[in-house]
T-cell receptor, first 114, second 118 residues
Framework: GENVEQHPSTLSVQEGDSAVIKCTYSDSASNYFPWYKQELGKRPQLIIDIRSNVGEKKDQRIAVTLNKTAKHFSLHITETQPEDSAVYFCAASYYGGSQGNLIFGKGTKLSVKP | GAVVSQHPSWVICKSGTSVKIECRSLDFQATTMFWYRQFPKQSLMLMATSNEGSKATYEQGVEKDKFLINHASLTLSTLTVTSAHPEDSSFYIC??????????????FGNGTRLTVT
């Protein structure tokens, strides 16, 4: 089955710096890759997603890149702010179909120091 | 935007009792809902896929007789933890995919339920 690896598990950056979180997946049939942000005690919130027909997607300070050949995708946050501090999860769609059955990475705890 | 409501947000129960958690899609129809479990400082682990009008599909290692899932309508799925034990204490969270969109539509999560079994 699908397996998603996420690195690093923790990341500490200074406010204003960039943060990069990387994920790899094992199932070449996966074609949907969302990123979720989870603040302490709250539900995961979708922050950006990318489909396999696109190599890069950007939304203000957040961008995601996808390399299908290497089966890895990354989240890039520029000009980080303290409110970006949270746990970030990457995910891959296991069946690659309409079910949206996601397999999650283990998460990255991002700390942005003011 | 799409809203998923989960109830209760937290529950404390005694060992051996059963607990029912509800997941509702408030402004859209969800043919498919997903149930996840999240232990402290860990990722979300998919427990089962709930399909309206049919039996749920359970992930390997998840006991279907212990975690009963019912998806009787397009807006409601329930998870019942039967004969709960302290090791079942966890954060349970549901999510739903909007019916009718192109494949791999984003998931929308409920607020989660913190279950504590004493």
């Amino acid at each position: 089955g699908e397996n998603v690896e996420q690195h690093p598990s923790t990341l500490s950056v200074q406010e204003g710096d960039s943060a990069v979180i990387k994920c790899t997946y094992s199932d070449s049939a996966s074609n949907y890759f969302p990123w979720y942000k989870q603040e302490l005690g709250k539900r995961p919130q979708l922050i950006i997603d990318i489909r396999s027909n696109v190599g890069e997607k950007k939304d203000q300070r957040i961008a995601v890149t996808l390399n299908k050949t290497a089966k890895h995708f990354s989240l890039h946050i520029t000009e980080t702010q303290p409110e970006d501090s949270a746990v970030y999860f990457c995910a891959a769609s296991y069946y690659g179909g309409s079910q949206g059955n996601l397999i999650f990475g283990k998460g990255t705890k991002l700390s942005v120091k003011p | 935007g799409a809203v998923v409501s989960q109830h209760p947000s937290w529950v404390i129960c005694k060992s051996g009792t059963s607990v029912k958690i509800e997941c509702r899609s408030l402004d859209f129809q969800a043919t498919t809902m997903f149930w996840y479990r999240q232990f402290p400082k860990q990722s979300l682990m998919l427990m089962a896929t709930s399909n309206e009008g049919s039996k749920a599909t359970y992930e390997q290692g998840v006991e279907k007789d212990k975690f009963l899932i019912n998806h009787a309508s397009l807006t409601l799925s329930t998870l019942t933890v039967t004969s709960a034990h302290p090791e079942d204490s966890s954060f349970y969270i549901c999510s739903a995919s909007i019916r009718g969109l192109s494949y791999n539509s984003p998931l929308h999560f409920g607020n989660g339920t913190r279950l504590t079994v004493t």
